[in-house]
T-cell receptor
Protein backbone atom coordinates (compact mmCIF):
# COMPACT_ATOMS: atom_id res chain seq x y z
CA UNK A 1 0.00 0.00 0.00
CA UNK A 2 1.31 3.44 -0.88
CA UNK A 3 2.02 5.79 2.00
CA UNK A 4 -0.14 8.51 0.50
CA UNK A 5 -2.89 7.89 -2.02
CA UNK A 6 -4.92 10.25 -4.15
CA UNK A 7 -7.41 9.90 -6.96
CA UNK A 8 -5.42 11.05 -10.01
CA UNK A 9 -8.49 12.50 -11.75
CA UNK A 10 -8.64 14.47 -13.91
CA UNK A 11 -11.48 16.45 -12.44
CA UNK A 12 -13.02 18.54 -15.18
CA UNK A 13 -15.27 21.24 -13.76
CA UNK A 14 -16.85 24.45 -15.03
CA UNK A 15 -15.90 27.83 -13.66
CA UNK A 16 -17.69 28.59 -10.43
CA UNK A 17 -18.04 24.95 -9.42
CA UNK A 18 -17.12 23.52 -6.06
CA UNK A 19 -14.72 20.59 -6.15
CA UNK A 20 -13.32 18.38 -3.41
CA UNK A 21 -10.26 16.15 -3.28
CA UNK A 22 -9.45 13.48 -0.76
CA UNK A 23 -6.16 11.93 0.18
CA UNK A 24 -5.53 8.95 2.44
CA UNK A 25 -2.35 8.14 4.33
CA UNK A 26 -1.18 4.89 5.83
CA UNK A 27 0.99 6.00 8.74
CA UNK A 28 -1.24 6.63 11.72
CA UNK A 29 1.63 8.39 13.49
CA UNK A 30 1.97 11.08 10.82
CA UNK A 31 2.11 14.50 12.35
CA UNK A 32 1.97 17.17 9.66
CA UNK A 33 -0.20 17.44 6.60
CA UNK A 34 -0.13 19.75 3.61
CA UNK A 35 -1.73 20.51 0.30
CA UNK A 36 0.51 21.68 -2.51
CA UNK A 37 -0.28 22.96 -5.95
CA UNK A 38 1.97 22.06 -8.87
CA UNK A 39 1.77 23.64 -12.27
CA UNK A 40 3.17 21.87 -15.29
CA UNK A 41 6.96 21.54 -15.21
CA UNK A 42 7.25 23.64 -12.05
CA UNK A 43 8.09 23.01 -8.44
CA UNK A 44 5.23 22.46 -5.96
CA UNK A 45 3.91 25.50 -4.15
CA UNK A 46 2.43 25.25 -0.68
CA UNK A 47 -1.30 25.85 -0.78
CA UNK A 48 -2.02 25.29 2.88
CA UNK A 49 -1.17 23.26 5.91
CA UNK A 50 -3.92 21.05 7.28
CA UNK A 51 -4.90 21.06 10.92
CA UNK A 52 -7.20 18.83 12.91
CA UNK A 53 -9.56 21.71 13.51
CA UNK A 54 -9.79 22.39 9.81
CA UNK A 55 -8.63 25.56 8.20
CA UNK A 56 -9.81 27.92 5.53
CA UNK A 57 -8.01 30.33 3.26
CA UNK A 58 -10.34 32.24 0.99
CA UNK A 59 -11.96 29.78 -1.39
CA UNK A 60 -9.92 26.87 -0.06
CA UNK A 61 -10.82 24.71 2.93
CA UNK A 62 -8.75 21.84 4.26
CA UNK A 63 -9.81 19.17 6.72
CA UNK A 64 -8.01 16.41 8.54
CA UNK A 65 -9.66 13.24 9.80
CA UNK A 66 -7.16 11.38 11.92
CA UNK A 67 -9.51 8.53 12.77
CA UNK A 68 -10.02 7.68 9.11
CA UNK A 69 -6.57 8.86 8.09
CA UNK A 70 -7.54 11.17 5.32
CA UNK A 71 -7.25 14.82 4.45
CA UNK A 72 -9.46 16.78 2.13
CA UNK A 73 -9.33 19.95 0.11
CA UNK A 74 -12.40 21.87 -0.95
CA UNK A 75 -12.22 24.56 -3.60
CA UNK A 76 -15.22 26.83 -3.95
CA UNK A 77 -16.03 29.07 -6.90
CA UNK A 78 -13.38 27.48 -9.11
CA UNK A 79 -11.39 29.78 -11.34
CA UNK A 80 -9.61 28.95 -14.59
CA UNK A 81 -6.38 29.72 -12.78
CA UNK A 82 -7.06 26.90 -10.32
CA UNK A 83 -6.24 24.39 -13.05
CA UNK A 84 -3.22 22.50 -11.78
CA UNK A 85 -2.20 19.29 -10.06
CA UNK A 86 -2.94 19.20 -6.34
CA UNK A 87 -0.60 17.14 -4.21
CA UNK A 88 -1.19 16.11 -0.67
CA UNK A 89 1.88 15.56 1.47
CA UNK A 90 2.38 13.96 4.84
CA UNK A 91 5.31 13.78 7.21
CA UNK A 92 6.36 10.59 8.94
CA UNK A 93 6.16 9.73 12.59
CA UNK A 94 9.79 10.57 13.17
CA UNK A 95 11.79 13.29 11.58
CA UNK A 96 10.48 15.59 8.91
CA UNK A 97 10.53 13.49 5.76
CA UNK A 98 7.72 14.70 3.49
CA UNK A 99 5.96 12.10 1.38
CA UNK A 100 3.74 13.13 -1.52
CA UNK A 101 0.71 11.58 -3.07
CA UNK A 102 0.59 11.12 -6.82
CA UNK A 103 -1.50 14.25 -7.26
CA UNK A 104 -4.97 15.04 -8.51
CA UNK A 105 -5.37 16.90 -11.77
CA UNK A 106 -7.93 19.69 -11.82
CA UNK A 107 -9.08 21.31 -15.02
CA UNK A 108 -11.40 24.26 -14.75
CA UNK A 109 -13.12 25.19 -17.98
CA UNK A 110 -15.10 28.23 -19.05
CA UNK B 1 10.50 34.40 3.00
CA UNK B 2 12.90 31.52 2.72
CA UNK B 3 14.33 30.95 -0.75
CA UNK B 4 16.17 27.98 -2.18
CA UNK B 5 18.07 28.61 -5.37
CA UNK B 6 18.49 25.54 -7.55
CA UNK B 7 20.56 25.34 -10.69
CA UNK B 8 20.85 24.53 -13.41
CA UNK B 9 17.17 24.75 -14.27
CA UNK B 10 17.68 22.42 -17.17
CA UNK B 11 20.54 20.39 -18.55
CA UNK B 12 21.10 18.06 -21.47
CA UNK B 13 24.00 15.67 -21.19
CA UNK B 14 25.41 12.70 -23.02
CA UNK B 15 24.93 9.21 -21.71
CA UNK B 16 27.80 8.22 -19.43
CA UNK B 17 28.62 11.69 -18.19
CA UNK B 18 27.97 13.13 -14.74
CA UNK B 19 25.77 16.06 -13.86
CA UNK B 20 25.85 18.14 -10.69
CA UNK B 21 22.80 19.94 -9.38
CA UNK B 22 23.16 22.59 -6.69
CA UNK B 23 20.71 23.90 -4.16
CA UNK B 24 21.50 26.91 -2.03
CA UNK B 25 19.46 28.33 0.78
CA UNK B 26 19.77 32.08 0.32
CA UNK B 27 18.61 33.60 3.56
CA UNK B 28 18.45 30.77 6.04
CA UNK B 29 20.39 27.76 7.15
CA UNK B 30 19.12 24.48 5.79
CA UNK B 31 20.17 21.78 8.19
CA UNK B 32 18.19 19.21 6.23
CA UNK B 33 17.77 19.00 2.49
CA UNK B 34 15.53 16.55 0.67
CA UNK B 35 16.07 15.47 -2.90
CA UNK B 36 13.13 14.37 -5.02
CA UNK B 37 12.74 13.01 -8.51
CA UNK B 38 9.62 13.32 -10.62
CA UNK B 39 8.99 11.39 -13.81
CA UNK B 40 6.34 12.63 -16.25
CA UNK B 41 2.80 12.33 -14.92
CA UNK B 42 4.06 10.89 -11.64
CA UNK B 43 4.46 12.35 -8.20
CA UNK B 44 7.55 13.53 -6.44
CA UNK B 45 9.48 10.57 -5.16
CA UNK B 46 11.85 11.15 -2.29
CA UNK B 47 15.33 9.99 -3.19
CA UNK B 48 17.33 10.93 -0.13
CA UNK B 49 17.59 13.09 2.93
CA UNK B 50 20.80 14.91 3.66
CA UNK B 51 21.86 16.57 6.87
CA UNK B 52 24.68 19.05 7.00
CA UNK B 53 27.97 17.39 7.82
CA UNK B 54 26.73 13.80 7.68
CA UNK B 55 26.07 11.13 5.10
CA UNK B 56 22.80 11.19 3.24
CA UNK B 57 20.05 8.70 3.96
CA UNK B 58 18.76 7.12 0.79
CA UNK B 59 15.30 5.75 0.18
CA UNK B 60 14.89 2.13 -0.74
CA UNK B 61 15.76 1.46 -4.34
CA UNK B 62 17.88 4.58 -4.82
CA UNK B 63 21.51 3.82 -5.63
CA UNK B 64 23.73 5.86 -3.36
CA UNK B 65 26.77 5.35 -5.60
CA UNK B 66 24.90 6.70 -8.58
CA UNK B 67 23.27 9.67 -6.89
CA UNK B 68 25.95 11.34 -4.83
CA UNK B 69 24.76 13.86 -2.31
CA UNK B 70 26.99 16.33 -0.55
CA UNK B 71 25.77 18.68 2.16
CA UNK B 72 29.00 20.23 3.30
CA UNK B 73 27.55 23.50 4.56
CA UNK B 74 24.32 24.80 5.98
CA UNK B 75 23.58 26.67 2.78
CA UNK B 76 24.63 24.28 0.04
CA UNK B 77 23.62 20.78 -0.93
CA UNK B 78 24.53 19.10 -4.19
CA UNK B 79 23.27 16.06 -6.06
CA UNK B 80 25.53 14.49 -8.64
CA UNK B 81 24.06 12.02 -11.08
CA UNK B 82 27.01 9.87 -12.05
CA UNK B 83 27.27 8.00 -15.34
CA UNK B 84 23.88 9.26 -16.38
CA UNK B 85 21.71 7.18 -18.67
CA UNK B 86 18.51 8.05 -20.55
CA UNK B 87 16.41 6.45 -17.83
CA UNK B 88 17.78 9.05 -15.39
CA UNK B 89 16.07 11.77 -17.41
CA UNK B 90 13.69 13.35 -14.96
CA UNK B 91 12.79 16.46 -12.99
CA UNK B 92 14.94 16.74 -9.86
CA UNK B 93 13.86 19.04 -7.03
CA UNK B 94 15.44 19.86 -3.72
CA UNK B 95 13.58 20.95 -0.62
CA UNK B 96 14.95 22.46 2.56
CA UNK B 97 13.12 22.00 5.78
CA UNK B 98 12.88 24.65 8.42
CA UNK B 99 11.48 24.46 11.89
CA UNK B 100 11.79 22.03 14.72
CA UNK B 101 9.79 19.38 16.48
CA UNK B 102 6.65 18.82 14.44
CA UNK B 103 6.36 22.39 13.27
CA UNK B 104 7.99 22.06 9.88
CA UNK B 105 8.04 24.19 6.80
CA UNK B 106 9.47 23.25 3.45
CA UNK B 107 11.01 25.45 0.81
CA UNK B 108 11.47 23.98 -2.64
CA UNK B 109 14.00 24.80 -5.28
CA UNK B 110 12.67 25.52 -8.75
CA UNK B 111 13.79 22.14 -10.04
CA UNK B 112 16.23 20.83 -12.63
CA UNK B 113 15.04 19.13 -15.75
CA UNK B 114 17.65 16.59 -16.78
CA UNK B 115 17.66 15.05 -20.23
CA UNK B 116 20.21 12.37 -20.97
CA UNK B 117 20.74 11.64 -24.65
Amino acid sequence: RKEVEQDPGPFNVPEGATVAFNCTYSNSASQSFFWYRQDCRKEPKLLMSVYSSGNEDGRFTAQLNRASQYISLLIRDSKLSDSATYLCAVTGSYGNKLVFGAGTILRVKS
Amino acid sequence: GAVVSQHPSWVICKSGTSVKIECRSLDFQATTMFWYRQFPKQSLMLMATSNEGSKATYEQGVEKDKFLINHASLTLSTLTVTSAHPEDSSFYICSASTGTGFNYGYTFGSGTRLTVV
